[in-house]
């Protein structure tokens, strides 16, 4: 149960780290509409867009946490 604890306080960490690196990544696209208004698609775009940024930091979260594994196991070896 302490395991799954741990992995799902990880889990929520990564979901509130993933969100302000899916804004910076919008935001450093910078998309303008083609019109006055941004259209219903390209509406939908920017939303796709968000949630694929969200999904890489949460994978950038993870593999953060991988590689502190790995610099935390080889230290404790040696």
Same mark, same amino acid.
């Given at each position: $149960?302490?395991?799954? #604890? @741990?992995? *799902?306080?990880?889990?929520?960490? +990564?979901?509130?780290? #993933?969100? &302000?690196?899916? !804004?910076? *990544?919008?935001? !450093?696209?910078?998309?303008? &509409? #083609? ?5 219903? !698609? ?13 999904? %890489?930091?949460?994978? *950038?979260?993870? %593999? $953060? @946490?991988?590689?502190?594994? +790995? %610099?935390?196991? %080889?230290?404790?070896?040696?």
């Amino acid at each position: $149960m302490k395991i799954f #604890a @741990r992995e *799902f306080l990880w889990f929520i960490t +990564a979901i509130i780290l #993933a969100l &302000p690196v899916s !804004y910076l *990544f919008i935001e !450093y696209l910078s998309l303008t &509409p #083609a019109g006055d208004q941004s259209t219903i !698609y390209e509406q939908t775009f920017e939303m796709e867009l968000f949630i694929m940024g969200a999904l %890489i930091g949460i994978i *950038f979260t993870y %593999i $953060m @946490r991988l590689v502190i594994w +790995a %610099i935390k196991k %080889i230290l404790i070896e040696e």
